[in-house]
């Protein structure tokens, strides 16, 4: 069964609805930002689905991860019960990093004790947004959600498919002013996270979905008509 224990996201990509739903410009009143259930409603939700007879649970949260001491407490109220976890909707990789360690380098070690947690809890798979291999797509349509400096994206693959966490990969190519030799790139990283243990690399087109900053983009540059 399904459940959601958070709306919102920290983020604010460009090809996401969530992109106009924070802001000071925000048409939304703020809808997009992060906000949390209480974790006493979460382990309530936990204990009715449950009594449907539900083993496994999918998390519909766009960003789950967010709060670590938070995700520790329900999954193992999760595990506790007896269910496990199927998949989850969204994560942010920057979550499963250390980032009260930086190293002399800038680096982020990997945060091995959070994997621990999300494998004792059921986590068997486990989408990998990576999105882009550019630095400058992730900065100018990601948030910057993804430093390619701090983060070793493939030393994280290696650990999570040593835990036995499956983890496929997301990326985007064809960006409006996005370059081949950007492209290449995120092909080029997408070839390392597969020999790191990825099963797979999907590539998606990024689609200026109506209610995105990129669709607003889309219009202003003369992709898409004003009508």
Not at 40 to 51: A, F, P
Not at 201 to 207: D, E, G, K, R
Request: hydrophobic residues 40%; negative net charge.
């Amino acid at each position: 069964a399904p459940i959601m224990t958070s709306r919102g996201c920290p983020f604010r990509c460009a090809y996401c609805h969530i992109s106009t739903e924070r802001g000071a410009d925000s048409f939304a009143g703020q809808i997009g930002d992060l906000r949390l259930h209480s974790i006493k409603r979460v382990i309530d939700e936990i204990d009715y689905v449950k009594s449907l007879g539900v083993r496994k649970v999918f998390f519909e949260d766009d960003s789950l991860l967010a709060e670590r001491e938070r995700v520790k407490q329900i999954f193992m109220s999760i595990a506790d019960r007896g269910l496990s976890i199927s998949n989850v909707n969204g994560i942010n990789l920057v979550h499963l990093f250390d980032r009260s360690n930086t190293r002399s380098d800038g680096s982020w070690p990997v945060d091995e004790e959070y994997l621990d947690i999300l494998r004792a809890a059921g986590f068997d798979q486990m989408v990998f947004p990576v999105e882009s291999g550019s630095a400058r797509i992730l900065r100018d349509y990601a948030t910057n959600k993804v430093s390619l400096r701090r983060m070793d994206l493939v030393h994280l693959m290696g650990e999570m498919t040593r835990r036995g966490i499956n983890a496929p990969v997301n990326m985007m190519m064809g960006f409006p002013d996005e370059t081949e030799t950007e492209i290449a790139e995120s092909v080029a990283l997408a070839r390392r996270l597969r020999d790191a243990g990825a099963p797979y690399v999907t590539f998606f087109i990024p689609i200026p979905f109506p209610g995105s900053k990129l669709f607003y983009m889309a219009i202003d540059k003369g992709y898409l008509s004003s009508d």
